[in-house]
């Protein structure tokens, strides 16, 4: 049996908040269990450097844990001096994320930053930030829609989110918490398209190597999970 | 008329929620209307260099805006690789309001760093700040009171909160919000304690420089402003 | 009795010397007892990214201390790598305080940076460094009012001066060197005009918090020393 | 048919020289085609703080480039002060790869950091690295074994080598140059160690998502070449 | 004797070795015994800002050394986020080396940085550097001729290249090693002209100071010594 | 005839003023004409870690410049948060030069830091300073003298002092100040010790390389006017 009780292939509870933020052009706050992230999404109206001229926009991340999110304070980055190489390696991985759904012509010379940060972590931020950075982004272009500068339709070409899987105990399980998380021999995170293509896989064998085999039962359980959480973000987006 | 609507002595809609951390020790969420402050206490079993076997403790405070907590998205201090200085003042600002109401003798050798982070500004944070962590820091001593740890009500000598007040169209007025104070002729922070006793007070006349007797008019709304806030405190530390 | 000797009410030896840098637009070196900063205004033909194109100019402070300026050598700022918390709080409260004199418009699209450099401390040296910065800004108006660049009469509307105060074995006193200040209960730094208008009050308890009365009691002693200040001003100007 | 003229299934011409460095304690020059990374591991008698009296020894790695490796000159990430975001991605990687196949209990309280160095650039340095740093790493563990320090064989539990894949104009390719990475569809990773485990899989959608049958046709691929980048490692280790 | 059994007048085997780098618009690797030091040029349609519409180009160099290029491994500069004093001392010296012999205004409005990373550490690094830098440049000069960018006889004026001396047991020896620099008595640089013009001269007593005599002696070594240094760059660059 | 109507082996007007800092073990204001320098000398009582336990102690330098030294003002590097290559140079220099007159087993296990920073410059800032610096030094070591912590004449094994040359219009000369060194042909600096050995020499060709014979001409110019300095801080010691 799974410490939190759950069934090999159940994801924890899920709620997705949209507009939680006064001033963002789109935000949600996302939880996936006891881990919550609050994602905004803010427009501005300048692009990278060599984008300049090019008729194409950009859409970029940013990651941040308050320094108690977790069970020991950790140092807070800006305090520090600089971003740790996990909080750019994360970051990094939201950005593509959301720009594998989406088409940087159609948005024109604009800048959208998804700033993700979790306020409370008990693992698999990464996954609950891509997957309410979504719905953040999605609600920024039904913003512009409104203000007639995209079409929100054109712009986003699918859904996309995310979910960690691992091997716990010899076994493939969905949706790994920290206590799980810890001691998994693989921990492996998916992001997926809503129509079901794979954006991006990242699997670590923490422990043994892992055999193709598992590697297979794991996408599995993803691709179920994703499908799942993709049906809440069109019932919340929908709401 | 104040934007707002509000006599002026009048605060905004006060909260302050407690225990919003599963992790920290102690925590607060307190809102001053639409300004939205996180304060998390985390204890550590250890002290700065320069109280090593003093049989003192430190109770210090660090102060963080999300990114898109503001009208404008700010840059992230974690990127830019380091604190403002208006960051470093306010943080400063909230350790020295605290350490007045705690005798670190009774806490002991030990550290508790209060993160204060805005999830939403509205003007005031530093205020709001100060009036949760201490919410937060009476958790956290409760916390290791039940544990054998201290005995708070020794550490904590009395209560301690603070309030914004400023002169907006040559009128002093209580509690701004962020279009107020962006307005406003002069603005004053008081941090003053639960027997109204003054422990901090900053004024800047942003415009003309203010008279002896504004300042004692706003000293006046202040004293009003916090003995309510520490009623709060009191309600809510009691519920 | 103070450990200077002095009277309650009354200030260390205070010097201003005007024109103490060969290359300097306007400089002064301000004595408050053992207290020396080197103050030096630099004209730059450019503005803040903010103001361009806005007809009004800009001027700003930075702060330092030289290693040795202390009783201990503190680390050099440049070898650190980043300027202190309090290092920032200062410039920024030098800059506010020049900024209440003048008009920005009636600078025009130029920026004054006046350097504070403290070449020796023993206390006070945040006022005295405003109130020789005074000096050294009128000094570089009139340096650019020969030149035809502006009336140096319109740009600077007053007069501006700081003096510390504070409370020492339960007793109001003005202008405290370090030895007192390290030892007083409450410390307050006060900015004023020359038409006795109150730009900036800082105060702070260091052990008890003190009373409005009290506070009352300093602003009179404050009121006295910086009209004193003001009158050297206008006579070291006048030579 | 690929620019290379390479077969689908066809590695580059793939090179490994063993003690290349006189200091290194191990150290090997890997080329990949025109991809050339020096490798040296470096042993030090002391671990991170986490593992001090613990028994356990640490190896880490290090990744850098040469500011003209690639087509354009790149900013020296030591003049620019940081390491960035892929740099940071790429050492982590190289380091929980060897990791993977080291038994840090068996290497002792003792630290070994594999330094990779791109000295030019043609795509999959991270893969050369790795492939490349397995040889250097086993030969200072040799060097420590002929002075009685350790036992090779039982810190070495495998060989651990990668490669990338990709998909390129819809074919599923392998080891893939510049040229043909910079136009891929999709680019992956692969860790994998001498028994034809995973230890790691990375796979990045750059275009269009890709699909579970895709992602096992680029794994059937890596695992191929793999197999045959450890018969390299085995044979000029055994040379 | 000298520990490398060589004459006190006797350079180490000495190897340039040019095109080495892919990428570069010029590259030699240049070996002074064991020291072995990689030179790229690189050509940039840019200048820095103080040379706009100056019709004059600039040559620069940057220096660097990996990690494990020493007996003990050195800290990554990249790592610590700063380049040492040493690093930055030579990096400016190598630079002005180079300008010494170049015409900026027949370069044009265009930027050649010579990157002179140290591969091997064994005393001399500067001086190999700057004597590799120089066959880089010129091949990159020549690039750019053949592309009718400039008339490389214009733009170099002259050979420059460098070697250092120093006073060992009470000799004067040319070309030191590791071993023999870390115990010499005196220890210096000289950078000197195809035609004998003396460009670069530090000398440091690094135990006794030394005399005007021994100075003398010490720059016939040198003399000599960059003679034969010219006459084997003008051997490889005819190659 | 030179821009300041000197002779060409005239230095500018010198002064070295002791005891000028109220906290400092030691110190000195150096002038050479324009140029002020003031030269601070802490004692700590602990050394770098490498000299721990080796009953050594360390003389070590720091530089700065105030902002508004030059005529035009420049960054302050505490702000821009790192030394310039030029400031680690001259520090390093004036370090190197001090040790070379001190027998850091007479000191031992202490540091002294001699802090050296330009109030004004005219050029010849790090010979000044390292005039200067000698003069504090002594006067710390006179002060632990008085203390019984070590024997002044012991630890300082000679005084040591510095001048800069330069070929301008053709000509040698002494002591250049700002105007004539920014056109020198070359330009050099000279450290050398009371009893004329050398310590440091640093010429640089700025426009033409230089021939020995004006080496040696430089260096007669150097040595006459190094003997005046010594002379002159033998004349202030024993004042």
Redesign the interface.
Known sequence: MRPSQRQNDELRPVSLERAV????EG?CLVKFG?THV?C?A?L?ERVPGWLKNSGKGWVTA?Y?M??????E?MR????S?????????I??LIG?SLR?VVDLGALGERQI?V?C?V??A?GGTRTAAITGAFVALSDCLAWMESRGMVVRAKVLKDHVAAISCGISKGTAVLDLDYLEDSAAETD?NFV??G???????????EG?????AQ??EL?SLAKAGIADLVERQRAVLAG
Do not use: C, Y
């Not at 933020?21 to 963002?24: F, K, L, N, Q, V």
């Not at 807070?76 to 305090?79: F, H, K, L, Q, T």
């Not at 001096?81 to 390696?89: I, L, M, N, V, Y």
């Open positions: 933020s006064r001033h963002a935000s006891e609050l905004t803010s501005e940013e941040g308050l320094p108690r999110a977790t069970g304070r807070r980055e800006a305090a001096g600089k971003q740790s190489g996990r909080t750019q390696e970051q990094r593509r594998a930053t700033d940060d306020i409370q008990d492996a997926m398209t129509r079901g293509g794979i954006v991006e896989i990242q699997g670590t064998a043994e190597p892992f055999a193709e590697l297979n996408l």
